[in-house]
T-cell receptor
C-alpha cells in the first residue's frame, strides 16, 4: 500500500464553523506533513510531525490546529477560518524527516 | 526570498522529443533535490531525486542532472509522451529556520505540455 488518503475531497465551510481534515497512511512512514496550496503556487509547508510529535510549525495561525493521534493518522482542525484560507490542503508522509514525501490527493477547502 | 526558482512557467514539446525542465537554487546548504509531477486536482507525485554528492541520476525515461557550482538542476524526459503533460515542481531539502529539521522548499512549477 503506497497511498496517502485524505478526507473529505471537498469541504465548504462558513467562517464560524468547526471542521476537521483527515489524512491516513499505512506505509510505516514516521513523518507526516500538512501543506497549503493556492492556485498556480507551489505547496506551502504548514506543519510537520515526526514520530507523532510536532516538529515544525511554520508560524501558522492558531485557527489551524494539527493533531497526530497515531503514526498512521494526521488531522487538521479548522475553526473560525477566513475566506483567504480557501485552498487545496495537502497531506504528505515520508519514512523519516527529509526523505521523499508522498502526497495525498488533497482536500479542496472553500471558506464562505 | 525565493530560494528555488523555476524561471519557465511553461514548456511545450512534441511527442517523442526531449523535454528539459530547469531549476535554479540559491541556498548552498541544500543537500537533496527532488522533482514532483502534479496533475490538476491531484496531489504531487514524486518522480526522481538526486543527492548533492552526485551529478546525475537516471530512472527510465527520467534523468536529473545537478550542477552544484552553478546551483542548477534539470530534469530530462526522453522520449516525451502526452501523458507527461502536467506541472513539474522542483524541490530542495534544507534545514528549517530553527536549524533542527529538514523541510522541502518548492519552486513555482513549470507546466509541461506534450503535443501528439
Amino acid at each position: 500500500d503506497t497511498e496517502v488518503t485524505q478526507t473529505p475531497k471537498h469541504l465548504v465551510m462558513g467562517m464560524t464553523n468547526k471542521k476537521s481534515l483527515k489524512c491516513e497512511q499505512h506505509m510505516g512512514h514516521r513523518a507526516m506533513y500538512w501543506y497549503k496550496q493556492k492556485a498556480k503556487k507551489p505547496p506551502e509547508l504548514m506543519f510537520v510531525y515526526s514520530y507523532e510529535k510536532l516538529s515544525i510549525n511554520e508560524s501558522v495561525p492558531s485557527r489551524f490546529s494539527p493533531e497526530c493521534p497515531n503514526s498512521s493518522l494526521l488531522n487538521l482542525h479548522l475553526h473560525a477560518l477566513q475566506p483567504e484560507d480557501s485552498a487545496l490542503y495537502l497531506c504528505a508522509s515520508s519514512y523519516y524527516l527529509g526523505y521523499e514525501q508522498y502526497f495525498g490527493p488533497g482536500t479542496r477547502l472553500t471558506v464562505t | 526570498d525565493q530560494q528555488v526558482k523555476q524561471n519557465s512557467p511553461s514548456l511545450s514539446v512534441q511527442e517523442g522529443r526531449i523535454s528539459i525542465l530547469n531549476c535554479d537554487y540559491t541556498n548552498s546548504m541544500f543537500d537533496y533535490f527532488l522533482w514532483y509531477k502534479k496533475y490538476p486536482a491531484e496531489g504531487p507525485t514524486f518522480l526522481i531525486s538526486i543527492s548533492s554528492i552526485k551529478d546525475k541520476n537516471e530512472d527510465g525515461r527520467f534523468t536529473v542532472f545537478l550542477n552544484k557550482s552553478a546551483k542548477h538542476l534539470s530534469l530530462h524526459i526522453v522520449p516525451s509522451q502526452p501523458g507527461d503533460s502536467a506541472v513539474y515542481f522542483c524541490a530542495a531539502r534544507g534545514l528549517n529556520s530553527g536549524g533542527s529539521n529538514y523541510k522541502l522548499t518548492f519552486g513555482k512549477g513549470t507546466l509541461l505540455t506534450v503535443n501528439p
